[in-house]
């Protein structure tokens, strides 16, 4: 079968484009920092300050993200994989209006809550009340829960094409609103217990909603690179821009954790 000049040319950037990416995952797992603990403060600290005071300790360690970040991407996660469960990770539609203003609701709630922390850490600057760990763990929960079900639709409706897509809202009432909320209560429960035994998948599951959220972010690029908006049929179709997404997941967390290494160095200040 022969291709046109311009098939051609998006085949050979595709292949190139793979390489690239599968070379720069590769050296993500294989190269420094070594290890479980090495690769999770590597990819918190690409997003997340990390300051012990703002953190939890979980048999003895402090999570590779504060409060307010780990409920974040938990909350992402928990949100994603009930989108699994419920058939919608191919859903193009946003959830209706009502329940759309409690998503968004959530995300004013933390911002406000977020905003009240940073003046508490202004000496004599005005403030509503006493920061807390569980609260920024709380508010962060159900603002991850919100981002991800504001970006499955915008994702899927750059990658799917009209006949592969699913046009059933990503939260289709206030029951399934009511179940993704008592899985971000789970969430918190488990958190705020934080038994020795959970550090290990708590870590793991909280940076990897940093690696899932980023590439996801990123794949919406890709596929405008490639040429392949809303062209998806398959799995398969999708594999490519998830990978490109991923390497630049993890370009940008390494290009912030030397930003951060470099402003701390010229600054004084520990970020």
Same mark, same amino acid.
């Not at 409706?157 to 029951?175: D, M």
């Given at each position: *079968?022969?291709?046109?000049?311009? $098939?051609?040319?998006?085949? +050979? *950037?595709?292949?190139?484009?793979?390489?690239?990416?599968?070379?720069?995952?590769?050296?993500?797992?294989?190269?420094?920092?070594? %290890?479980?603990?090495?690769?999770?403060?590597?990819?918190?600290?690409? #997003?997340?300050?990390?300051?012990? /005071?703002? /953190?939890?300790?979980?048999?003895?360690?402090?999570?590779?993200?504060?409060?307010?970040?780990?409920?974040? &991407?938990?909350?992402?996660?928990? %949100?994603?994989?009930?989108?699994?469960?419920? !058939?919608?990770?191919?859903?193009?539609?946003?959830?209706?209006?009502?329940?759309?203003?409690?998503?968004?609701?959530? #995300?004013?709630?933390?911002?406000?809550? !977020?905003?009240?922390?940073?003046? +508490?850490?202004?000496?004599?600057?005005?403030?509503?009340? $006493?920061?807390?760990? +569980?609260?920024?763990?709380?508010?962060?929960?159900?603002?991850?829960?919100?981002?991800?079900?504001?970006?499955?639709?915008?994702?899927?409706?750059?990658?799917?094409?009209?006949?592969?897509?699913?046009?059933?809202?990503?939260?289709?009432?206030?029951? $399934?609103?009511?179940?993704?909320?008592? !899985?971000?209560?789970? #969430?918190?429960?488990?958190?705020?217990?934080?038994?020795?035994?959970? &550090?290990?998948?708590?870590?793991?599951?909280?940076?990897?909603?940093?690696?899932?959220?980023?590439?996801?972010?990123? =794949?919406?690029?890709?596929? *405008?690179?490639? %040429?392949? $908006?809303? =062209?998806?049929?398959?799995?398969?179709?999708?594999?490519?821009?998830?990978?490109? !997404?991923?390497?630049?997941?993890?370009?940008?967390? %390494?290009?912030?954790?030397?930003?951060?290494?470099?402003?701390?160095?010229?600054?004084?200040?520990?970020?």
């Amino acid at each position: *079968m022969t291709h046109s000049p311009v $098939e051609s040319r998006r085949r +050979w *950037m595709s292949r190139v484009l793979a390489v690239a990416s599968l070379l720069i995952v590769t050296l993500f797992l294989f190269y420094p920092p070594i %290890g479980f603990n090495g690769k999770t403060v590597f990819v918190g600290r690409g #997003v997340c300050h990390q300051l012990p /005071s703002h /953190s939890f300790l979980v048999g003895g360690h402090q999570l590779p993200l504060c409060a307010r970040c780990t409920g974040i &991407y938990l909350g992402a996660m928990m %949100g994603l994989a009930g989108f699994f469960l419920l !058939g919608r990770w191919r859903s193009v539609k946003w959830s209706p209006a009502p329940v759309l203003a409690v998503l968004l609701s959530f #995300v004013a709630v933390m911002i406000a809550d !977020g905003v009240n922390s940073f003046l +508490w850490d202004i000496p004599g600057a005005p403030h509503l009340y $006493e920061p807390q760990n +569980w609260l920024r763990l709380v508010t962060g929960t159900f603002h991850g829960l919100a981002m991800i079900a504001l970006l499955m639709p915008l994702v899927n409706e750059s990658w799917w094409h009209p006949a592969a897509g699913n046009s059933t809202p990503v939260i289709r009432n206030f029951k $399934e609103l009511g179940g993704f909320m008592l !899985g971000g209560a789970g #969430v918190v429960a488990l958190v705020l217990w934080h038994p020795a035994a959970l &550090y290990l998948p708590l870590a793991f599951f909280s940076v990897l909603g940093v690696l899932v959220m980023l590439a996801l972010i990123n =794949s919406v690029f890709a596929v *405008m690179i490639l %040429g392949r $908006e809303a =062209s998806a049929r398959t799995g398969k179709d999708v594999l490519l821009p998830l990978l490109m !997404g991923l390497a630049g997941a993890i370009v940008l967390l %390494g290009g912030m954790n030397a930003l951060r290494t470099y402003v701390a160095a010229v600054t004084g200040v520990p970020l």
